[in-house]
């Protein structure tokens, strides 16, 4: 059962219902309804747990779709779907934005994983970085900033010619530049160490990606950039509270994220069981 807010006396009544059972107000308009949800904003919690819900089914759904048969032992490969469900899920890069059209990739790529490694590092990383940054710069931010710094990093890994990719680092990468950046901009103690911890993850994303073969540089740098300039344009708590212009903001990047998730769930399903 859906539930709303009576706009007289404040308790929660069911949205189906005419009018307010408690008061007899009528029951808001959808436009009341609108501006109530850029008021509240988004639930922290709630939001991580939306990201690696999808992110696991989408990696569900590429096993489901992927023609590969039988199980490789090898760790770095294990449970790994094929290139051609990922390509058809929405995996980005130079073939499929130049040669297919696919510019929404840009989104669907940061819900898509090559194994079962690679999901559970990603997923881990933003199970303990979400919350922090959540904290930090609200909910609503915080999903703005792993929207789009992910299309930030792949947008770079596109201009440096990377031919496919996928993965929620770029995404992940872009919430560790958003702490970057609010540990330097808010000082004090609490901001140092904010920027040491941070700055030994940035490390070991470099480290990590010069020795492991296959890791998109680019993506994690692009996506760290596009968080620390996110983070400066969209402010943190303390300087500034979450804003109905942010809540709209993710509102869009919420929509944007569902109708490209849903459309390439759809089309990859069509095609490979039509």
Known sequence: MSSTKCSRCGRQIDAREPQCIWCGAPRPSFGARFREMLRGGLDAGFVVQAIIAANALFYLLSLLVSGRRGFDMNPLSFLSPDQNSLLLLGATGTIPVLELGRVWSLISANYLHGGLLHILFNMMALRQIGPWVSAEFGASRMFVIYTLSGVAGYVASFFAGIPFTIGASASVCGLIGALFYFGKSRGGNYGAAVSREVSGWLISLVLFGLIMPGINNWGHGGGVVG??????????????????????LALICVVATVAVLCYAAYFSLAYRFS
């Open 227 to 248: 968080g620390i300039v996110l983070a400066k344009l969209l402010g943190y708590q303390e300087r500034s509270h979450e804003n109905s212009a942010h809540r709209l």
